[in-house]
Nanobody, 124 residues
Framework: QVQLAESGGGLVQAGGSLRLSCDAS????????MAWFRQAPGKERELVAA????????SVSDSVKGRFTVSRGNDKKSVTLQMNNLKPEDSAVYSC?????????????????WGQGTQVTVSS
């Protein structure tokens, strides 16, 4: 079992940066791969970034490649999404998830562990 809580969202101008954090509670945090998803109104949920349990392997979606970076600190039970050069199309509710990750293929399987989400709004 793991409980997740996101923070760091807000309103930023295009070209700006935000740093999202997902803090976890539970004893087995490092046993889970972690991922960030986002969902904009009227759109399907989109996988943005995933990272392995050890933090050695990670990937981001093509839509954010070169702008977003995912990292984790197992000692702090936290995963971070650094978002740079934000665009209006990045506006969405961002949520973290605990699951399973296959680095060789980039496939991520989400488990039913979700945070409450944090709103990111990028103005043009």
């Amino acid at each position: 079992q793991v409980q997740l809580a996101e923070s760091g969202g807000g309103l930023v101008q295009a070209g700006g940066s935000l740093r999202l954090s997902c803090d976890a509670s539970g004893r087995t945090f490092s046993a889970y791969a972690m991922a960030w998803f986002r969902q904009a109104p009227g759109k399907e949920r989109e996988l943005v970034a995933a990272i392995s349990g050890t933090g050695d392997s990670s990937s981001v979606s093509d839509s954010v490649k070169g702008r977003f970076t995912v990292s984790r600190g197992n000692d702090k039970k936290s995963v971070t999404l650094q978002m740079n050069n934000l665009k209006p199309e990045d506006s969405a509710v961002y949520s973290c998830n605990a699951g399973r990750y296959w680095p060789s293929s980039g496939h991520y399987e989400q488990y039913s562990y979700w945070g409450q989400g944090t709103q990111v709004t990028v103005s043009s």
